[in-house]
């Protein structure tokens, strides 16, 4: 490092009228008035020691409870912009007097000095700016000095000094840091913001769960075989209880179930009923895992499908009722490859697991032939696929066999799933075939004798968020063919096969292979996490704060942070309201669809509306998952409404799922008659040629499958077109023609 000067030469300017102006300095780091009239300056920036150094690696180094801590990936890191010329007028008089103006040419030549100088990015590494951060600390403190009218009179004092060549550029540093700490405010909480987002020791976030002993119950078995029933009968014969399932379906069936005998309130993301009328909470509650509460105290808590914890989405709401529930006993149900884990994560909170295992009640065969055609269709079926085109494309032509099917996929309303369900199991009803996606897999009890795999392979969601297509997993498969032959209905064994013979052999290896244990459970950043990070980067969006939050979390070799994509997305879509963080994170949690804009532009909506208190908005009839959003029962005091609009959108839907079969008839007959239009001899003009296209168009298409045109319709149209051509008349709509027109139809009928 260049040696700097024994002395300082007083800037030219300075005398001893300036000392009075000296005392009206404000007290700043490094700022020193020197015996005998010398200039004021900060103390200079030198070069780390090696003991220096290596203090700072060290600090640096240690996060958490003093483990080895995770670089940042500075690339998260958003500069907070500073408006230049902040020092005010009074701070400019005293810089001004005490030295002289400053020459922003010689300043600039000098500031770049100073960032090409080594020791000075060393020294900024060492305080936490890597080579990216520290260029954009340059680059903000350069335009900050540049463009303002003025700066604080210590940095004018500096500058100026450097450019009479009584400083140098290293004495910069101290200002040039302060500005770096300004606009990457994280860089001063570091170690705050490493131990908030220390992920290592979940269950200490739940201390009213760890001021009790739990007994923790495993019922483990594969499907059909009543391990969840046995752990309901428990729910139901203690004097309070939660049950937490996957699907909204499950806690349906839970609050119908129960309220034959037991009160039993139901919540789920888009709606809370009470079984009290006068709205007193019931002792009893079914709830979606997400919206179970870990501060209400139960004697008994029942979590279903206890492998979901591994899930890349929703896992982390498995781990926090795992951990969090206050409860006397915890009844766990699921697969047996979830045992290891959930013994191990209790280990952590000094809880034992007792594990009951159950078998299937019911045989299930896999078969040695594949169905291979729709013509060997039998009552019972059910034939799996695993996207909506699909499913259209199978009823469409089960449909034409002369065959009724029922139709469930994923984003039906909860009610027009048990209508088609009930429907299917209903054996006065005509209908004997379903077709599903494998949501079919939980929370639908239905009478299936044959379980029909269209595919093998579906699409996922990767760790990384990506989409691809992938075979279907040991479990996945079991879990859906095990809804073949349920007890107690009337088929008294369970039989899968696939529709393509290729596929049969896949089928059986993938079931003949064991389930591989679940290793990790999914965590997500609370909403006190958030909070706290938010109060040292109080200028930080919902969205780079979550960012930063995973980027620096650290997590133990038994838990994952679940993806988050879909809660940014909603996070950067909502970022322009003013909300406060709370309500801003909630709102990121709504369960939707984020490729649906209608659904996702309610949301926009429901979320601009919240600060004052009312929310008028269209729902339309695509966006059913919009009324799921209806949340704030204290803004939003409308809920009855909202569930009577929602009920009526269920009945509708129901109707339109039930005449889809009917509308794709529809269309096929129109396709039909179009190809028998093109095969018809052309005896007419070029006229006719337009007209008759005309007809053929998307507008005929559209009419028929809407219903409002019928083939009938359509021909007399044709003729009556026809006709004009013959006796030289083009025109449309005039009301000489429609008047001829109307003759020449009569005529024609008598």
């Not at 000392?19 to 070069?47: D, E, F, N, V, Y």
């Not at 028929?704 to 006796?727: A, I, V, Y």
Request: charged letters at 25%; glycine letters at 6%; a positive charge.
């Amino acid at each position: 490092m260049t040696r700097l000067p024994a002395r300082r030469r007083p800037c030219p300017r300075m005398s001893r009228c300036a000392w009075p102006l000296l005392r009206r300095l404000p007290a700043r780091a490094g700022l020193a008035l020197r015996h005998g009239g010398g200039a004021a300056a900060p103390s200079r920036a030198r070069p780390a020691t090696a003991a220096s150094s290596s203090a700072s690696s060290s600090s640096s180094a240690s996060s958490g409870n003093g483990g080895a801590s995770r670089a940042p990936d500075t690339s998260l890191f958003v500069p907070v912009p500073l408006k230049p010329g902040l020092g005010g007028a009074a701070e400019e008089d005293v810089g001004a007097e005490l030295t002289r103006p400053l020459d922003k040419g010689e300043v600039l030549k000098n500031l770049n000095k100073f960032y090409k100088r080594k020791e000075i990015q060393r020294l900024g590494a060492e305080n936490g700016l890597d080579a990216r951060l520290f260029h954009q600390a340059f680059i903000s403190f350069r335009k900050y000095i540049m463009e303002s009218s003025s700066v604080s009179a210590d940095l004018h004092i500096i500058l100026n000094d450097i450019c009479c060549g009584a400083g140098h550029v290293d004495d910069l540093f101290p200002f040039f840091l302060r500005h770096a700490k300004q606009i990457f405010p994280m860089l001063d909480c570091m170690d705050d913001l490493r131990k908030i987002s220390d992920l290592r020791l979940p269950p200490n976030w739940y201390p009213d769960a760890r001021a009790i002993q739990r007994k923790i119950i495993f019922h483990a078995g594969p499907t059909n075989s009543g391990k969840t029933y046995h752990a309901i009968q428990r729910f139901l014969s203690a004097k309070s209880g939660i049950y937490c399932g996957p699907l909204k379906l499950l806690a349906h069936e839970i609050f119908q179930k129960s309220n034959d005998n037991v009160p039993c309130d139901l919540v789920t993301g888009e709606e809370r009923v009470f079984a009290n009328e006068d709205g007193r909470q019931a002792p009893h509650v079914a709830c979606t895992i997400e919206m179970c509460s870990t501060n209400t105290p139960y004697e008994v808590a029942v979590i279903d499908e206890i492998q979901m914890i591994r899930d890349p989405a929703r896992g982390w709401a498995w781990t926090r009722a795992l951990l969090g529930l206050c409860a006397e006993e915890i009844h766990v149900c699921g697969e047996p490859a979830a045992i290891d884990l959930v013994t191990e994560l209790m280990y952590t909170t000094g809880e034992e697991v007792e594990v009951r295992n159950y078998e299937r009640l019911t045989p299930l065969t896999v078969l040695d032939y594949a169905l291979e055609s729709l013509d060997n269709l039998r009552p019972g079926d059910c034939i799996v696929c695993f996207s909506k085109n699909d499913i259209y494309s199978v009823s469409r032509q089960i449909e034409a066999r002369g065959l009724e099917c029922a139709v469930i996929y994923g984003s039906l309303p909860p009610g027009t799933k048990l209508e088609q369900a009930k429907k299917f199991n209903d054996p006065d009803d005509p209908c004997k075939i379903l077709v599903a996606t494998d949501a079919i897999g939980m929370g639908l009890n239905l009478c299936i004798r044959r379980i029909i795999f269209n595919s093998i392979v579906k699409p996922t969601v990767n760790e990384k968020g990506e989409k691809e297509i992938d075979s279907i997993t040991t479990s996945q498969a079991l879990q859906i063919a095990g809804r073949a032959g349920r007890f107690g209905s009337s088929f008294k064994q369970g039989e899968v096969t696939t529709m393509h013979r290729d596929d049969l052999a896949q089928l059986k290896e993938i079931l003949s292979d064991a389930v591989p244990p679940v290793k990790a459970a999914g965590l997500h950043p609370t909403p006190e996490q958030i909070e706290m990070f938010a109060y040292h980067l109080p200028d930080a969006t919902l969205s780079n704060l979550i960012d930063i939050f995973v980027s620096l979390s650290q997590v133990d070799g038994m838990y994952f942070v679940c993806n988050i994509d879909d809660f940014k997305f909603l996070a950067d879509m909502i970022q322009h309201i003013p909300l406060n963080l709370r309500s801003r994170y909630v709102f990121c949690t709504a369960p939707l669809n984020r490729k649906e804009p209608f659904v996702c532009t309610t949301l926009l909506k429901v979320s601009y509306f919240f600060p004052s208190k009312n929310v008028f908005f269209v729902l339309d009839q695509e966006g059913f998952g919009a009324l799921g959003l209806y949340r704030f029962m204290d803004m939003f005091p409308d809920a009855v409404l909202v569930r009577d609009i929602q009920k009526k959108l269920d009945d509708i839907i129901q109707i339109g799922v039930c005449n889809i079969t009917k509308l794709i008839r529809a269309s096929q007959s129109a396709a039909g008659l179009r190809r028998a239009k093109n095969s018809r001899p052309s005896r007419l003009g070029s006229r006719q040629e337009d007209v008759k296209s005309y007809g053929r168009g998307s507008l005929a298409n559209r009419l028929l499958r809407e219903g409002l045109l019928t083939q009938e319709m359509l021909r007399q149209l044709e003729s009556e077109w026809q006709d004009q051509h013959r006796n030289g008349r083009y025109g449309f709509g005039s009301k000489r023609d429609d008047q001829h027109s109307s003759k020449e139809t009569r005529k024609k009928r008598k």
